[in-house]
Structure formats: C-alpha cells, structure tokens
C-alpha cells in the first residue's frame, strides 16, 4: 500500500504535465483531469467524522489564469441519517462549500464546486473532503458502526486552466524559465542561450554558468534540464542572452550599448559592473552582460543567488555565501528543501506525500534519522493519536502523538542505511519518498459530540533528515556529479575550435551538473576548449569530443581499448566513462566521447534525463539511439546490493566440514587421547 502510494503522489506530478500537452483552452472551459488520472482512484471514508486529503501540485513556470471548478462524484451508505450527515469540500483551509448525505445522492451523488484560485501562486492545491456521518439520533452513536461508510470516487474532476509565467522580474527567474517537459513544445519552447559574440572563450565560459542556472531552475520545477544554443535573438521562444561588450538587436527597454559601456536610463553602468534585464517582451528575455570579461563572470554568477524584485540590476560582486545550506555537514531542515509548513484538520487518518532528492555522492552510514516536528492540538487524545513515517515504502515505526503543549514536538526515526543507497542491482538511491501519516482522534465524554475542527496538526518547516555519509564511489556513473566535486570548480573542457553543437552539449552538460549538484554552495563549472586548459589540468575534468579532434582524450585512453557494440543502422552513439586521471593522483576524469556533437548530446542526455540517470551504473556506458536512446552497460555495479535484502544461509558448524574430516577427526582425538593414557600409566609405575 505505501508504494502504491509513492507510485500515486509521483503520478500527481506527472500528469499534471498533460495540462500542458494540449493547446491552451479558454478561461471558461479549462482542462478537465479525472481523479484517477492524477493517482487518486476511489477512496473511502469510514467513521462518524472522516478527512479525505487531496494535494494537486501547480508546476513551476504556470499559474491559473481563472478560477477552477472541482467536480466531486461519491456514494455513500443507504443508512445515514440525512438530516445529520454531511460532505464539506475545504480549499488550503477556506470552506467552499457542503451537501447533506440523502437517500437520493446514496447511489450516485455530485457536488460542483467553484475554486477561486485566479491569481493563486502557491505551491498546490490542497483540498480536504471532510464527511460528517450519523445512523441515529443518539447521543452515543456506535463509531465503529460499518455502515458508517462515504466513498469519493476516481471519476471525480478538477478543471483548471493554467498560463505560463510570461512576465515577472529577477526575482522570478525560476519561473520564467522553468524548463517544461520535452512533450509540450508547443507552449512554451526551451530557453535559447545566446551567445554575443559566439567564438569568444570568456561568453563561452559565462554561458557555462547560465546554463547552470538552468539546471538549479529545473531542479525547482523537478524537471529534466533543456535547452538550445544559437548565436541570434529567436523571435518566438525564451531567450537568455550572454553578451560581451555587445547588445544584439532586440527591445532591451532602458539599456543600451554606448560602444563603450553599458546604459540604463541614459546613466552609464561602469565597467567593472555585470549587468541583468529583463527585457518588456514575451516570451521573455534575459540579458546577462558585461562591458569586460569579469564583469559578465559576475553577472552569470549573480543566477544563482537570491535577486531583487527588479527588471534591471547592476552587479558589483558576488554576495556572500548564505549559512543555512541546504545538506551541510549531513543535514537539511524540510525549509531548506522547499517545503513549506504542512497542516492537517480534522478527526481520522491523514496522508502526506512529500519527494526529496539527496546528495547522489552520499554513502549512507548507520545512524542517519528523520526528524519530524509536529505541533498538535491539546485536544486530541493522546493514547490514540499517532504518526507513522514511511520512506520508499519502507515504514519507519509509529509514535504516539505528545499533546501536552500547543509547541513543536520531535518525533525521531531511524532510518535503514543499507536500504536507502542502493537497490538490489546497484542503481544507487537519488529520492526520498515520504510518507507521513497521522490518526487525530478526540475523545468523546459523555456521549457528548464534540467540534472536529479542533484536531488538527502541524508538520513544521523545522522538520530535518540528518544523514552522516562517507564519500561515495566517485567512479560510479550512476552517482553524477560525484566525479566532478570539489574544493574547485569543474572544468568542461571542449575540443579546439568546437562547433555550435559542441557548445550545445557542454551547455547541457553544466545545466546537468546544476540540475542533479543537491549541494546548494556547489561552484558552477566552467567551459573550455583543451587549448584553453593548457597545462592545468587537475581537479575535476569532463571531456566531450573524439580522440580525433580531442588531444586529452586521446592522452588518456590508447586507441579502441572500449569497443563500441551497437545495432546496424544506428547512426548515433557516444561512450561514457569514469577513468583515473593521469594528471592528479586519486582523481577521476569523466570522458563523453562520440564521432560528432549528436552524439555528444546522446551522452549528455543520459546524465541529464533522469530516466537515464536512474539505469547507469558502473565506471563505463555506451548509448546508442534510433531514434530513442539505448544503454548498454559495459561494467558491473560499483555499489553493494542491500545486506538487508541478501539474505544469507547459516551452515551449522559441523555441517561445513565433509563427514569423513569429522569422522577422521574423532578418530585423531581417541588416538592422541590413548596415547596420553598410556604414558600417563607407564610413567606411574615408575614411581
């Protein structure tokens, strides 16, 4: 039941997308989506007072354009009492409206309900059905009664119609430019970075850090980075231009290239300071400049960072590293990952569903908890109100609820080490699926009903996991970016005069590092050609390209030591591997190799796509494509299968040696035994 849980809350995700996949409807008809399309299928409700709880996400980058309407389709007992009997539909705590359970709606009931989320920029849409049921009129109504039953079934609907964020400011970048699923290009196409001039190494290195922005942008809207590379404006797609010295021509609004500086407003931005605009067009247009290479280093790495709620910025130097990180030292609070305070109310079970990703490099060690912090009512009963913690579908324990204040309480749970780094092929763990379920039960004195609106409870931002780790394998494809994490910044490193579609798929490749790096203070890679590395060529290194027109790789590995097996026909292939570095003991270098630039971005797809990502394993892959990619794993897992989940045989002792070494052996010891006797009695004759 708990995976299908997980299985449901992922779906929620998912096929929230589809709202995407169609052509934009009008305000007043909106998307329809069944219940069951979103992962939740019939339900029932059993008891006198019960909560049905259900969260649809709203997908970074979108927002409702008009108010939604929720269609709820249910049956319920033939036995209810209807002038006593209830169904309430409640919208992130407002009450929208309510039916009475009757005869006539037992077989077949319908509630429409108008949600007024025009404008809304939460999160989601937590919605809670909350059932009120009654047999009799009697004071001491017979809970467990199980004729006391409401079913809200898998046919019920949300309609609702969602825009993308076209406009906003710096602070919103996020949602300007959240990548969207690959099936949906027709709403909004992937961000194009531009790069002004195109040959030039420090806009190809200040892309680099773009492009890793994208990947930070994907990881909030928990999507697969994408993204084009062209060396013009694109007159119908979201742009991100990387100029130096330069301002290609497009409506910039207030700024202007002099010739020799920047300006904003006619006031001229000094040199040494980057720049940011937002452009006042849609699909919207980012310009990341700077009148001198370091000033555009400086403003590409201002993406990163918090900016203000400004159209323009001007970027003197980096602000300083925030403290509270995201993973420090082991640790990571529910805020720091971006979830926001979660309440439910009302009496009954209760189900949160909530996906984090860990640290891929991680490996776990014995002591790791989930500390959850909960704020309950004091009204509740404290002997039969609980939570139960369930990750990856493995339950941590239950614990009674503590509520003897109205403050926080901590409620610590181990978590299985071994169960949490690899599955039994050795594909390392990435996500932490919670489930956290809570029974809020109220006691009834005397008979006496009592308000149900009064059990309630509160997990708390404040809510941490605490994972001590030792450094993982770092040869493990599987674990990207482990390879490429350091106290320096990884450097990608191109062949000599790369092609548009070389740059391409290192911008992919750093927008990958962003997307999958859950360290929050990780430094965004650079991008290079082999010319320009020179010399220095330690700390972590990838390298694109073919030992033809790479000379590293071809310093790295002799000619055709990892064959290449394929299927006749297909045209696009590419290698991945993890080799020691012959310029830095204990060091890995991660190499992409193929004939051409498709085939470096097949490569880079299978660490960017997190379809891909979860099937590699092991220091070496090879893909090919036609027109879908393959992987073809060319080495064992690096990572150990769970010890839990291998169960071994005891041999009895003596069931280990053959039977004649036990025979032979008693048969020894009766001889050394006799032997001894013997010289014990002659030696006391002698006496």
Known sequence: ???????RFSLVLLLLARLFVFPRPTAAQGTVLRFAELGYGDRTAFGIDAVLDYYFPIPTGLRPLSDGRLTLRFTHSPLLRADRSTLSVVLNGRALSSVRLTPDNADGGELSVALPIAGFDGPGLFIQVRLHMRLTDDACEEVQNPALWTVVHGDSTLQIDLQLVESGTLAELAALFAPLPLSAPTVRSPPTIVLSPLNEAATRAAAGQVAFAIGRWAALARQDPVLTVADTVPDRSPAIVVALASLPASDWGSVRWNGRAYEVDGQEVPAEHGLLALAPTSPPRLLVAGATPTALQQA????????????????????????????????????????????????????IDIAFERPAHWDLRVGGTLELHITAAAGLTAQTSWVTAIVNGITLGSQRLRIETNSPESYRFALPADLLNSDLEGTPIRWLNLQIRLYLDLPNIGCEEVDTSAAWAVIEPTSAWRLPNDPAAANDLGR????????????????????????????????????WAAIGDMRP??????????????GPLAVLGHRERHPLIAMINPPNDIPFVYRPGRTVAATLRIVPSPWQADSRVLIIEAADSDGLRLGVQALRERELLQVLRGNQAQLAANPNPTVLLSSLPLAAPPQTL???????LLERFPAWQVVGAILLLALVATAILVIRIRWLRRR
Do not use: C, Y
Request: proline share 8%; charged share 20%.
């Open 300 to 351: 590409a790495l201002a993406l990163i960072r918090p900016l203000p709620a400004e159209s323009v910025v001007a970027v003197t130097q980096l602000p300083p590293q925030a403290e509270a990180e995201a993973w420090r030292n082991g640790a990571a609070s529910f805020a720091q990952l971006g979830v926001e305070q979660r309440k439910v109310t009302g009496a009954g079970e209760h189900q």
């Open 480 to 515: 990207f970016p482990a390879t490429l994490l350091a106290d320096r910044e990884a450097r990608l490193v191109l062949p000599d005069q790369p092609t548009l579609g070389d740059v391409h798929a290192g911008l992919e490749l750093a927008a990958a590092v962003g997307r």
């Open 646 to 652: 291998t169960p071994r045989v005891e041999v009895v």
């Open 525 to 538: 890679p650079l991008l290079l050609t082999a010319n320009e590395i020179g010399d220095d060529r330690r």
């Open 1 to 7: 039941m708990a995976a299908k849980n997980i299985i």
